[in-house]
């Protein structure tokens, strides 16, 4: 029962990392669009984005495997 509630906790978490990385990129295009980001900067913004959402989604697959493994122990 728990190890369901961390895993849909970490999904959660998953599916708020995706909002605000459009959200996010949503901005970005929009300084591409308007001249104050040229378009090798917009990519390479994007790229570093994308980097950090999947530290974040490794971070939080990492968190909720420890959490399954420790309530399995109980």
Request: net charge negative; aromatic share 2%.
């Amino acid at each position: 029962e728990y190890s369901k509630l961390a895993r849909t906790k970490g999904e959660e978490s998953k599916i708020s990392i995706r909002q605000i990385r459009a959200d996010e990129k949503g901005k970005i295009e929009q300084l591409k669009e308007s001249g104050d980001l040229g378009e090798d900067q917009m990519h390479s913004t994007l790229e570093k984005l994308q980097e950090l959402v999947d530290k974040s989604n490794a971070q939080i697959d990492e968190l909720v495997k420890a959490k399954e493994e420790e309530l399995h122990q109980l």
